[in-house]
């Protein structure tokens, strides 16, 4: 007990920055999702919706690869980090829950007006929380 463990080196290292650049390129894919279904608001835009739908869905499943990948690359890889990154996970299952929340949502958009209100207030917070978790993300970095 209480023995400092040194960061991974050689191959463990290079897979540990898998997770890391994988939530960047979702992050990516939320962002565009996102504008996508806002663009999708405007009556001319209205057959950006679709696309929104689906590229959502693909977010939605990369973000929970993303929490799924990490806790495996911390479990596996990163015996160095303890419990400092506490705060990075109790935010991805938050990230993930409001996510689920906004999908649950999305099929009741056609039918109930405080689902359409609520679905992207929710997608939204989940995108402002995933561009925080870059913050809470990089002092964990294998560097
Ligand atoms: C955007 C969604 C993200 C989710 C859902 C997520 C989720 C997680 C989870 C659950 C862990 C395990 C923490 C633990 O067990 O204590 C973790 C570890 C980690 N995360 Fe993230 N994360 C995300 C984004 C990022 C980003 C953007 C970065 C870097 C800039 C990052 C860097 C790390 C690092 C370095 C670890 C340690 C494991 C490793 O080195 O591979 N994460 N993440
Ligand atoms: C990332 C942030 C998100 C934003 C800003 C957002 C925004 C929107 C907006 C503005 C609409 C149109 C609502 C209307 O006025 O009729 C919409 C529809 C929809 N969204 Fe999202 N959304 C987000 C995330 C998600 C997620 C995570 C999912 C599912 C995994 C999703 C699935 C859908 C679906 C299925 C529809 C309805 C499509 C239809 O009925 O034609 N969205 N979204």
């Not at 997770?19 to 405007?42: E, I, K, N, Q, Y």
């Amino acid at each position: 007990m209480g023995e400092k463990q040194a960061v991974p080196t050689g191959s463990s290292r290079v897979i540990a920055f898998l997770h890391p650049l994988v939530a960047l390129l979702t992050l990516a894919v939320m962002a565009w999702a996102a504008s996508l279904g806002l663009r999708s608001r405007d009556r001319l835009e209205r057959h950006l919706r679709p696309r929104h739908a689906r590229l959502a869905a693909w977010a939605y499943g990369l973000m929970v690869f993303d929490l799924l990948a990490g806790l495996g690359s911390t479990w596996a890889l990163r015996p160095d980090l303890d419990a400092r990154g506490a705060m990075h996970l109790r935010l991805a299952i938050a990230i993930v829950a409001v996510m689920t929340g906004a999908a649950w949502l999305s099929r009741r958009i056609g039918r109930d007006a405080t689902a359409r209100l609520l679905h992207p207030i929710l997608g939204l917070l989940a995108l402002v929380l995933a561009g925080l978790q870059v913050f809470f993300g990089m002092p964990l970095l294998p560097l």
